[in-house]
């Protein structure tokens, strides 16, 4: 289905209708190999000239893609620097709308346009001044544009924000709802900590208790889908930390859900998973049988499963 759009976009582009050169643009942008030449030459044309912000995004889009001489990087740099005060967030488009409307954001082009053209200068003022809208991208993509990979790119800067701080949990928050599943359980681990749960549990009574750590560790959980071992293990530590907290019926509740996520993304071909939670759903309440641990399924080195 894509192709074949593409395919119809490029006649008519091609037929001398410029009106489909955009949709053309950003439609081959987004896929293999990228903009063929004619798209290419029409679009730097429009970019180069200022005319028009979404040939600008695109074009800087597609540069970026790959290392290119200073000269082109200093270019891309400034012109991503014209694009950013061209554009507010109220304009940016939602990369969830249909293929066709969904560009990339000015902070991010800005920010990887002032990257690349670093990699060309030496310590002095232009670098400096360069450095410093590479930060300031970096900074409102987070404060302006509400974009959860500004924040996980902040959190991953060594020494940048001091863990459990007000600021780590507020990145590490936009970062999580933007479907990040180490995020999620980050903040998981943090809120069942501050709020007695794990790994020192609290004798306040569980159902006065903040579940907001319980949530964020099932949403880690289910939006761990690249790994079948590591679904399921998220899922069996929120159900042992229920277990240990006196909530076994509440954990036991969380094990079809897990059968049921793990078979819908397709992780277990060889039910190997399925068997394995099978045996903690039959002997779940059997406290002789039962001896394993929520610290057996979380890897407390670093926060992760």
């Known amino acids: 289905m894509a192709h074949s759009g593409i395919y119809a976009l490029q006649v008519a582009f091609d037929a001398g209708d410029s009106e489909a050169a955009i949709d053309t643009a950003l439609a081959e942008v987004k896929s293999s190999p990228g903009l063929r030449r004619t798209t290419y030459e029409y679009i730097k044309e429009m970019a180069l000239a200022r005319a028009d912000w979404r040939a600008m995004t695109i074009y800087l889009w597609h540069m970026l893609q790959t290392a290119q001489k200073k000269p082109v990087t200093q270019e891309n740099y400034l012109l991503a620097k014209d694009l950013y005060r061209m554009m507010e967030p109220s304009q940016k488009q939602d990369n969830k709308l249909p293929f066709l409307q969904s560009f990339e954001l000015p902070w991010k082009l800005l920010h990887d346009a002032a990257d690349h053209h670093l990699y060309h200068l030496d310590d002095g003022p232009e670098s400096d001044a360069v450095q410093e809208d590479l930060d300031m991208a970096l900074r409102e993509g987070v404060s302006k544009w509400s974009d959860p990979r500004a924040a996980e790119m902040i959190l991953n800067q060594i020494g940048e924000v001091e863990k459990h701080s007000p600021r780590w949990v507020s990145l590490m928050t936009q970062s999580a709802m933007g479907g990040n599943a180490d995020s999620?359980?980050?903040?998981?681990?943090?809120?069942?900590?501050?709020?007695?749960?794990?790994?020192?549990?609290?004798?306040?009574?569980?159902?006065?208790?903040?579940?907001?750590?319980?949530?964020?560790?099932?949403?880690?959980?289910?939006?761990?889908?690249?790994?079948?071992?590591?679904?399921?293990?998220?899922?069996?530590?929120?159900?042992?930390?229920?277990?240990?907290?006196?909530?076994?019926?509440?954990?036991y509740a969380w094990l079809p859900t897990a059968k049921e996520n793990v078979y819908e993304a397709g992780l277990d071909s060889t039910g190997e998973m399925i068997k394995y939670l099978d045996g903690f759903q039959r002997h779940w309440f059997d406290d002789k049988v039962m001896v394993a641990t929520s610290d057996e399924f979380l890897d407390l080195t670093d926060g992760r499963v």
């Open 184 to 251: 999620c359980l980050e903040l998981a681990m943090y809120h069942l900590q501050k709020d007695g749960w794990y790994p020192k549990r609290s004798d306040t009574n569980n159902k006065t208790k903040n579940w907001i750590g319980i949530e964020w560790l099932a949403l880690s959980a289910a939006l761990s889908t690249s790994d079948a071992r590591v679904m399921v293990r998220r899922y069996l530590a929120l159900a042992h930390i229920l277990r240990e907290s006196g909530c076994a019926k509440e954990g």
